[in-house]
């Protein structure tokens, strides 16, 4: 049935388009699961774009998590049939540049109007928006770490509550006043909690790093740089966080660490802005926003999704989904994706807008994920993501948990990365 | 016996065995093939490499360690699961108070999908929060960092698997017990047998066929289900608890590389058929025995 | 000294049931209390049935159970036809090879498609049939279990009873329907039970195949709910676990004595 109506679709669109040259069927891809809350405002903005240009129309496909979505536009790209636009990972740029799936933006959006909507994005944000010169991404939906922190228990430890650490030397010395023993001598509240497994460990690695002078993988996706002093300062740090008694010791969880924050059982974590709402809804205490604590000064890494304009559609599409794009992040409506979901808006004059201003007003800790933009980089990202990732994922979990150390975990990380970069250098 | 003519062995035949060999024979065979093909994206594409794969799994260390894994991980679970669950029938059988509660609460596990279970663990084991650091807390031992820790985390997914499987292999072991004649049993007693010895001389092999038949199901679950490694530590840290299965889907529609992921599974094919062939000597062995 | 035993048991069952039944328990606390109780413990922690009704508000559940519903029945359904139609020409008829073709039937019990998800995926992706619940279904219509079961049950009935039906100039298909279907019902109900609680439960090949609501099983569709990314609330995840396990877990505790008992008939032992 559903396949009928794509087939019927398609013929409709093969005979239709010579006829009405400036319509265009976009579908659209969107990675949420159906239902949250993000869903709401998405779909509302798209009926929106739809309801202003009466003679295009879009569907938005929810297509779960970033994983699931890439994967059905892949499959659907290689199957002829795929989608016009999609919100994607940033990261997944070298995917889907080596698919060859996507175009860059400028092939579309060629005029000085366009450039000059191109210039008014976050610098932070546009560099893993570009590959080889070319703009592939328009960033949406981005987001960065930050430390959240417990004020009651800064109070508590004689800390003011209004200066959390910007250092490593700070948190591991308010580490200390922070972590609080039981009379057995188990810890019940640990100064801080970096996660340190998976995926979400080496987000926060990379930020790590970035704070420390270094920059683990080049903008190119074939060069990385793991076996670096810089990279080696920042799993030092990781490693001397546990060994001071500051940070449980062993690998840490991403799940867990929000909960264990509004449990007390953890006075200060890191962790992404995505998780503002969450500790904003379950904590029962005081609590504040700050920039990650840095090695040689302020550092962190972005994350989150893009917009991409994919191949294979016919320009009258291009030319819609572009102005769809330039729509959804047009100022009020990326204010009111941000305020939804707080993912950090990714050009200055959203910000200015009256209904960011208010909402920065009533939730002040939003601020800092945008001014800690300035001094944010990539995230760890190559050709062949997934793989060289996981080299990275297996040196920071064996040093961490204690069976490799440090230098030998990111030479031999360094190593794999290179060998399976070759081909592509 | 009548001889099968054309036009009804398509019908009988045919269709369902084409049906059964498009998803079983031919993924297998098309797996040998594309193992000697190399990754393809659009803008490089596959190229034929012989037996490059083969070289690359000969010196792929995580295999390595999840070889390990794997073996270790069905040669625990198993027998673990068929001791408890032999123990649960006998408590089960033996009509004690409180019967019908523990039947449910060892069959429960068991009628829940796995990636329920899963669920159900990932908080319970939470370090520092979960309940089970609760619990050493309170007796004032120190919290086990089960899922996040490479010497624990694999033995958590056995806890884990075998909380879910054991309760349905007592229902298999309850049957058979309730088929033991009880007058053997009572010849037993009156000969003076106390009832170990009648647990193991008489009970436990009549119970053998149901031991087979658990022993080869828990053997194939071993290898197959991996929701709760996807769920719980996506093979971590440090692959610590991956599995075979895991790793074929980690590199397959996580590297996107379904090349090596076809040269894993035809390792795993050989692997399962190897098994096959040992498990089908030993019971030829005792078919020729009895 | 058998009094002592005895005493022993008595106390050591209710130990083993409670001690198994502690996450389970644990589950239902975290789902039936608000979630800052979720890892406090205090006996008088209000009690709430919120979480369910909020999860079932915040993801589509009844349409993935309608979608596990579907996937369930068209792959028994199945099963139950073709499956009884091979059995019927191993047990009925003579054919060259027959030995051959069984065996190599009879592979899939071990290289289950389970384990063939390469290139299983990839077929269905030629088919274009990624993301439908057909495609779901596919690697599963024909089971080597329930040939094998039903070939096992056919053998034993008599010869003389489908001679007889003959004599009287029943078809091929008569005879089937009306000597060896009712004989082999146990097995055909054993069968079911495990083909439903297998295919209700099944958890990655759906994974692969889906990436919409509309064909999502239940499984899969918690698993993206309980995604941890942006922190989740375990009240939610536990509320919306027992929430989709409970009605196998009901139906099965309702039919248990069948489920042993048609097992035995069917002659697993």
Request: glycine share 6%.
């Amino acid at each position: 049935m559903k396949y009928t109506k794509t087939i019927l679709a398609s013929a409709a669109t093969l005979f239709l388009t010579p006829g009405l040259a400036l319509s265009a069927e976009l579908e659209f891809f969107f990675p949420v699961g159906v239902n949250a809350p993000a869903v709401e405002t998405i779909q509302e903005l798209t009926d929106a774009w739809a309801a202003n240009n009466p003679q295009h129309n879009v569907k938005a496909v929810y297509a779960g998590n970033y994983v699931e979505t890439t994967t059905k536009a892949l499959t659907a790209a290689n199957a002829g049939k795929p989608p016009h636009v999609a919100v994607l990972l940033a990261i997944d740029i070298f995917t889907l540049v080596d698919e060859d799936v996507v175009i860059p933006i400028t092939d579309v959006a060629n005029t000085a109007e366009d450039q000059a909507w191109l210039d008014g994005f976050m610098p932070g944000f546009m560099r893993d928006a570009t590959l080889d010169g070319e703009i592939y991404g328009v960033p949406f939906q981005r987001s960065t770490p930050v430390l959240y922190y417990n004020k009651d228990a800064f109070r508590e430890a004689g800390l003011d509550p209004d200066t959390p650490p910007a250092t490593w030397d700070e948190m591991i010395e308010m580490g200390k006043k922070l972590t609080k023993k039981d009379a057995n001598g188990n810890v019940t509240q640990w100064g801080t909690r970096i996660p340190t497994l998976g995926l979400g460990g080496a987000w926060l690695y990379g930020g790590l790093v970035i704070s420390n002078g270094g920059q683990l993988s080049a903008d190119n996706g074939i060069d990385v740089a793991i076996d670096t002093p810089e990279a080696l300062g920042a799993l030092e740090f990781l490693q001397k966080l546990s060994a001071e008694g500051v940070m449980a010791p062993g690998g840490i969880s991403w799940g867990d660490t929000p909960k264990a924050f509004v449990e007390g059982n953890a006075a200060s974590i890191w962790t992404s802005t995505g998780n503002l709402a969450f500790v904003n809804d379950n904590a029962e205490f005081d609590w504040g926003v700050g920039f990650l604590p840095g090695g040689k000064g302020p550092g962190a890494p972005v994350g989150g999704g893009n917009f991409y304009i994919f191949k294979g559609t016919s320009p009258e599409e291009q030319a819609a989904a572009l102005d769809f794009i330039k729509f959804m992040t047009a100022p009020e409506n990326a204010a009111k994706w941000s305020i939804a979901t707080g993912y950090v808006a990714p050009r200055a004059d959203t910000w200015e807008t009256p209904v960011m201003q208010e909402y920065a007003a009533r939730l002040p800790q939003a601020l800092v994920a945008r001014d800690q933009i300035e001094f944010a980089n990539r995230e760890f990202a190559t050709y062949q993501r997934g793989r060289v990732t996981q080299f990275l994922v297996e040196a920071l979990e064996a040093a961490v948990g204690g069976e490799a150390d440090a230098a030998t975990a990111l030479a031999e990380a360094q190593k794999s990365a290179d060998r399976v970069l070759k081909a592509y250098k | 016996m009548k001889r099968l003519n054309f036009p009804l062995s398509v019908i009988l035949l045919v269709v369902p065995c084409a049906v059964l060999a498009a998803f079983t024979h031919y993924p297998a065979v098309k797996s040998l093939i594309n193992s000697f093909w190399s990754m393809g994206t659009r803008r490089r594409p596959s190229q034929f490499i012989g037996l490059e794969n083969y070289q690359t799994l000969l010196a792929d260390g995580t295999l390595h360690q999840i070889i390990w894994n794997s073996t270790l991980y069905a040669i625990v679970t198993i027998p673990a699961a068929i001791a408890l669950s032999i123990g649960m029938a006998l408590l089960v059988n033996a009509k004690l108070p409180g019967t019908a509660l523990m039947r449910l609460s060892f069959f429960l596990p068991t009628m829940m999908p796995m990636i329920a279970v899963a669920n159900i663990w990932l908080f319970f084991y939470a370090p520092g929060i979960g309940l089970i650091s609760q619990i050493f807390v309170l007796f004032g031992l120190q919290p086990i960092n089960f899922l996040g820790s490479a010497s624990t985390s694999l033995w958590s997914m056995m806890a884990v698997a075998v909380w879910k499987e054991a309760g349905l292999f007592m229902i298999f072991y309850l049957a058979a017990l309730q088929a033991v004649p009880p007058n053997l049993k009572e010849a037993a007693r009156i000969e003076g047998a106390g009832p170990i010895r009648i647990f193991f001389d008489i009970v436990l092999p009549l119970l053998k066929p149901t031991t087979v038949f658990v022993a080869v199901n828990a053997l194939i679950n071993s290898f197959r289900l991996i929701d709760h490694v996807i769920v719980m530590t996506k093979g971590g840290p440090n692959n610590s608890s991956a599995l075979l299965l895991y790793y074929i889907f980690e590199v397959t529609f996580g590297y996107r590389d379904s090349a090596y992921g076809s040269t894993l599974t035809v390792f795993m094919v050989l692997l399962l058929g190897l098994m096959a062939l040992i498990q089908f000597k030993i019971l030829d062995r005792k078919t020729h025995y009895q | 000294m058998k009094g002592v035993n005895r005493i022993l048991l008595v106390a050591l069952a209710p130990t083993l049931a409670v001690a198994w039944g502690v996450p389970f328990i644990y589950s239902v606390w975290t789902a039936i209390h608000p979630e800052k109780y979720s890892a406090r413990f205090t006996w008088n922690a209000p009690i709430t049935f919120a979480n369910f009704l909020e999860a079932w508000q915040a993801a589509p559940f009844a349409l993935y159970f309608v979608n596990t519903v579907i996937l369930t029945l068209l792959i028994l359904v199945a099963n139950l036809i073709l499956c009884t139609l091979v059995a019927y020409a191993f047990v009925r008829y003579r054919f060259q090879a027959s030995g051959l073709l069984f065996a190599l039937i009879m592979i899939q019990l071990l290289i289950t498609p389970d384990i063939l998800i390469v290139e299983n995926f990839n077929t269905l992706a030629k088919l274009g049939l990624t993301d439908t619940i057909i495609g779901i279904t596919l690697p599963y219509l024909t089971s080597a279990f329930g040939i094998f079961l039903l070939r096992q049950t056919f053998k034993t009935v008599p010869i003389s009873l489908d001679e007889a039906a003959q004599v009287e100039g029943a078809s091929t298909w008569r005879v089937l329907w009306d000597v060896y279907v009712p004989l082999a019902k146990p097995t055909y109900l054993a069968y079911a039970l495990v083909s439903i609680s297998f295919h209700w439960n099944n958890f990655l090949w759906p994974l692969i195949v889906t990436n919409s609501p509309e064909t999502r099983p239940v499984t899969v569709g918690l698993s993206i709910f309980a995604t941890v990314e942006s922190g989740v609330e375990w009240a939610l995840v536990n509320a919306a676990t027992l929430m989709t396990t409970a009605p196998l877990v009901v139906a099965f505790l309702i039919f248990q004595r069948q489920f042993v008992t048609n097992f035995m008939r069917a002659g697993i032992k």
